[in-house]
C-alpha cells in the first residue's frame, strides 16, 4: 500500500480528506446517468490531465489498468453483443474514470487522513458496540488496497509474460489468491506488532 502513494507532494495533496472523498462520490452521482460517449470521452481527458498535474510517478501508476484489460474487452464483447456498442463505450469510459479517479485520492491521502474522514460518518456504530475508528481503519485499508491488487496482478502477468511470452490470464488466478492471501497476513501480523486495530475513539 505505502508503494502506491507518492511521496512527493503535490497540490491534490494539500486537500483535506474528507473534500476528496466527498468530490469523488459527488461526482459518481453526477456521471452515473449520463449517457453521453463525447460527455465521458471529455471526463477521461480531464482525469488524465489532473494526473499529468500530479507529475510524472503519477502517469506511471495509468499502468495498473493493463490488469483490467480483459474485463474491459469482455464487458465491451457483451455490450457489442446485445447491439450496443455505444452504451458500452459509455459504461466503459465511466468505470476508467471513476478507478482512476478513485486511485488519485488513494495516492494522494495518508491512511490516516483517510481513517479521520471516515470515522465522524461511523459514529453511530458505537451505539451498538462496535469500535468507529476500527471499522474505519476497515474501510480505509479496502480502498488503498483495491490498486495495490491491481499492482499485484500486473507484476504477475509480465512475470508469466517474461517466462512464457504470452499472457497469464485465469493461469494467474491461483498465485494471486495465494499472495493476496499472503498480503492478508503480513497485513494482520503488522497490525498486531502495533498494538491491533484500534478498538476506540481517539483521545
Same mark, same amino acid.
Request: aromatic fraction near 8%; charge should be positive; hydrophobic fraction near 60%.
Given at each position: 500500500?505505502?508503494?502506491? %502513494?507518492?511521496?512527493? #507532494?503535490?497540490?491534490?495533496?494539500?486537500?483535506?480528506?474528507?473534500?476528496?472523498?466527498?468530490?469523488?462520490?459527488?461526482?459518481?452521482?453526477?456521471?452515473?446517468?449520463?449517457?453521453?460517449?463525447?460527455?465521458?470521452?471529455?471526463?477521461?481527458?480531464?482525469?488524465?490531465?489532473? %494526473?499529468?498535474?500530479?507529475?510524472?510517478?503519477?502517469?506511471?501508476?495509468?499502468?495498473?489498468? #493493463?490488469? @483490467?484489460?480483459?474485463?474491459?474487452?469482455?464487458?465491451?464483447?457483451?455490450?457489442?453483443?446485445?447491439?450496443?456498442?455505444?452504451?458500452?463505450?459509455?459504461?466503459?469510459?465511466?468505470?476508467?474514470? @471513476?478507478?482512476?479517479?478513485?486511485?488519485?485520492?488513494?495516492?494522494?491521502? !495518508?491512511?490516516?487522513?483517510?481513517?479521520?474522514?471516515?470515522?465522524?460518518?461511523?459514529?453511530?456504530?458505537?451505539?451498538?458496540?462496535?469500535?468507529?475508528?476500527?471499522?474505519?481503519?476497515?474501510?480505509?485499508?479496502?480502498?488503498?488496497?483495491?490498486?495495490?491488487?491491481?499492482?499485484?496482478?500486473?507484476?504477475?502477468?509480465?512475470? %508469466?509474460?517474461?517466462?512464457?511470452?504470452? #499472457?497469464?490470464?485465469?493461469?494467474?488466478?491461483?498465485?494471486?489468491?495465494?499472495?493476496?492471501? #499472503?498480503?492478508?497476513?503480513?497485513?494482520?501480523?503488522?497490525?498486531?506488532? !502495533?498494538?491491533?486495530?484500534? !478498538?476506540?475513539?481517539?483521545?
Amino acid at each position: 500500500m505505502i508503494s502506491l %502513494y507518492l511521496p512527493e #507532494r503535490t497540490w491534490l495533496h494539500a486537500i483535506p480528506a474528507g473534500w476528496k472523498l466527498a468530490a469523488l462520490a459527488l461526482i459518481s452521482l453526477v456521471i452515473s446517468p449520463i449517457e453521453s460517449l463525447p460527455v465521458m470521452g471529455a471526463l477521461i481527458l480531464a482525469v488524465l490531465a489532473l %494526473y499529468a498535474s500530479l507529475g510524472s510517478a503519477a502517469l506511471r501508476q495509468l499502468a495498473l489498468l #493493463r490488469a @483490467m484489460w480483459p474485463l474491459f474487452a469482455i464487458l465491451l464483447a457483451f455490450h457489442w453483443w446485445n447491439g450496443d456498442l455505444i452504451f458500452g463505450l459509455v459504461v466503459l469510459t465511466r468505470l476508467l474514470a @471513476m478507478i482512476l479517479l478513485a486511485n488519485a485520492v488513494t495516492m494522494t491521502t !495518508r491512511m490516516d487522513a483517510m481513517m479521520d474522514a471516515v470515522e465522524p460518518i461511523l459514529r453511530p456504530l458505537g451505539w451498538v458496540g462496535l469500535s468507529p475508528r476500527a471499522v474505519a481503519l476497515m474501510v480505509a485499508m479496502m480502498i488503498r488496497f483495491i490498486p495495490l491488487l491491481f499492482a499485484l496482478w500486473e507484476a504477475l502477468n509480465e512475470s %508469466y509474460r517474461a517466462r512464457t511470452g504470452k #499472457r497469464g490470464g485465469w493461469r494467474l488466478l491461483a498465485p494471486f489468491c495465494i499472495q493476496t492471501l #499472503r498480503l492478508s497476513h503480513h497485513t494482520a501480523e503488522a497490525l498486531a506488532a !502495533r498494538g491491533g486495530a484500534p !478498538r476506540g475513539d481517539r483521545r
